[in-house]
């Protein structure tokens, strides 16, 4: 079954504005990460936050951690067009090193 | 610091062949991990690999896949007499010794069968 889910599945907005994307797991994790994949592109690693975490930052991104309700956010501010691409959450557990992904948020930055 | 290299980028084989993807962590990195991707679905575990030794491959399937991380050299995925639905993105990644560490990604190879 799906360990990591993003909602939505597809977000448009407008250049400038901020951009949020969820992403909820089933099993106890050890971290969450999350990347961004441009069309036909390999993985960047953007930000990996530890499950004794709540939030982290990164330039323009913000991540938060809820492990009580199993979820985490992806907060981008101020978009631009570079931004467009998918993004997904990659979870990893303390018995297992392999990453489980989620199906991915399609971002489009309309400028 | 040259990033996870993969080769070819783009293969194309007819059903039948066989396909060998290669993958070279990044310096320093002695995990190796593959992951394949279908179009529009996020990346799938396939087998994690330290030097010489398959740790996990709860993902591979179980006929026709295989994958080494010789001593010397780079990791290999090999796929025997290919069929269409193996066409995909096949992802390598590496990572250094220890858990929870950042897996980071190679370019992919895209794997298209006729």
């Known amino acids: 079954s799906q360990q990591g889910e993003e909602d939505p599945q597809a977000l448009s907005i407008q250049e400038g504005e901020n951009a949020t994307m969820n992403c909820s797991y089933k099993?106890?994790?050890?971290?969450l990460q999350w990347y961004r994949q441009n069309s036909g592109r390999g993985l960047v690693h953007l930000i990996l936050?530890?499950?004794?975490?709540r939030e982290k930052h990164s330039g323009r991104l913000r991540v938060t951690l809820d492990t009580s309700k199993k979820s985490s956010s992806l907060l981008i501010t101020a978009s631009r067009a570079a931004d467009t691409a998918s993004y997904f959450c990659a979870t990893d557990s303390s018995w297992a090193q392999k990453l489980v992904f989620g199906q991915g948020t399609r971002l489009t930055i309309n400028p | 610091n040259a990033g996870v290299m993969q080769n070819p980028r783009h293969l194309v084989r007819r059903r039948g062949q066989e396909a060998r993807l290669r993958c070279s962590p990044m310096?320093?990195?002695?995990?190796v991990y593959w992951y394949r991707q279908l179009p529009e679905e996020g990346l799938k575990f396939m087998v994690y690999?330290?030097?010489?030794?398959?740790?996990?491959e709860s993902g591979m399937p179980k006929e026709r896949f295989s994958a080494e991380f010789p001593k010397e050299g780079p990791s290999i995925l090999r796929i025997q007499q290919v069929v269409r639905g193996d066409s995909a993105a096949y992802f390598c990644a590496s990572s250094p010794p220890g858990a929870g560490e950042t897996q980071y990604f190679g370019p992919g190879t895209r794997l298209l069968v006729l």
């Open positions: 936050i530890r499950s004794n975490e």
């Open positions: 690999l330290q030097k010489e030794n398959i740790i996990d």
């Open positions: 099993t106890s994790i050890n971290n």
């Open positions: 310096k320093g990195h002695s995990h």
